[in-house]
């Protein structure tokens, strides 16, 4: 039977107390604060992974199940699409059901679906199992953090958040080193197989330690119309934003996909205004504090996923370096945030988040700037600097924003803002990528033409230049077999100038985002409900 606590939202600072009689305190392992984060810890490190060590895995998957692009492109949306969508939702499930089954759910099926995948002999079947990845990490990732909120009292919950912060990022910037080194030294199927026995240990710690705390208001009733018009409207605006490279931002089924998603919106929060039990209370967003955060995280995504987008195929592409040696080249940034979430979490503690954060947003935007000026010819150390400058900004934005929405948000919401938190994240990483993918393209197609030209290469018709386009839009040179070397080279410069042109107006429009987000940050505060899970426990 699982062990449960219920919580008073007024928590212990305010008087509240257990309201069931048959609620113990924790003991032992179980319900321990730091054995939790631990185990926490471990299961977010799963889908955070996940996120970016497939990419390396793709070309290998490419060629072994005899897939088109479009196929392989499907291996990465769908499981974006599934997580996506499923955020919100998958965190009121939580606050209904407990945090502590919700993310056993999550573990377990997340393992269970990447080792299907490993074992899958078609490219179809590579992508069903990725949306149950995606759906199954959806669960997992909020829980993760109303575990947390539950858990931890106010002047530590930072400090957890923190540290949180550092696994996810981490794991990020981490995915394509571990990616490179299994595809390059075992195959692409252990890319998954590697989450099974992580996703074993998660779920024995998760049985051994989480302790399961529920708020006495609750939800007890699920809004279905709402989890409908929800999932559909996010659905279509993160589905044309993952086609809008490919069917053009001034293309109808772009806007048609835009407009159906406001749409959506729009009925979703008219609905939630009649309904008993709504899905996501609009009330929550009186806070403008939460509100605030919701918008930070997506700026921030936008500006940091967006431009990052674009540094992997500088590094390999122009600087000619393997998946493996560009992952050692952002260590920097993976480094900076190892150790500034926990740095962060103390200093957001002490001085609460709104100078953290608006010094945050300063420096991602000081960074981006930076990454504006990098050539073709750039060393090592001065990407260092950019990239290290970059992870010491990130680490305050994530630990303090995540601070910032969960813990304005009622003890029963907990869930729904942590899905609010990982949605707008989900959001603000595909927006910037569309957006800046979108300014890459028009800079390419706009130089390319006169470059070509300025350095004497033979004029190409419409449908080879469109082909070379794509092609120098990832920093890739269009250079056909039994090119002479000559002009091979003078293709190659042409193709690494202009994406450096592209890349360096994509880097200013971040820093500009960046910049506005100071803005933002300055109308956050600590939050109002933290107190509301103070710990029950040892800390």
Known sequence: MTSQTTLDKTGPGDGGSPSSSDQAPASG?????????????VGVMMVALDGTIVAIANP?????????FADVQWITNSYFLALAVALITAGKLGDRFGHRQ????????FAAASGAIGLSSSIAAVVSFRVLQGLFGALLMPAALGLLRATFPAEKLNMAIGIWGMVIGASTAGGPILGGVLVEHVNWQSVFFINVPVGVLALVLGVLILLDHRAENAPRSFDLLGIALLSAAMFCLVWALIKAPTWGWGDGLTWTFIAASVVGFALFAFWETK??????????????ALSAGVVLMVLMAFAFLGGLFFVTFYLQNVHGMSPIDAGLHLLPLTGMMIVGSPLAGVLITKLGPRIPLAGGMASVAIAMFGMSTLETDTGSA???LWFALLGLGLAPVMVGATEV???????ELS?????LQQAAMQIGGSLGTAVLGAVMASKVDGDLPGNWKDAGLPALPPAQLDQASEAVQVGAAPVTKGTPAEIAAKITDVAHDTFISGMSLASLVAAGVAAFAILVALLTKRGENAEAGAGVGHV
């Open 29 to 41: 392992l179980r319900g321990h604060p730091w054995l939790t984060l631990l185990t926490v810890a």
């Open 102 to 109: 919700t993310f056993l759910v999550g573990v377990v099926g």
């Open 60 to 68: 290998a998957i490419q060629a072994d199940l005899k897939a088109s």
């Open 382 to 384: 001065v990407m260092s």
């Open 415 to 419: 869930g729904v803002a942590g899905g």
């Open 405 to 411: 929405i969960v813990g304005n948000a009622p003890m």
């Open 275 to 288: 309904v008993k039990e709504p899905l996501i209370p609009l009330g929550l967003f009186r806070s403008v």
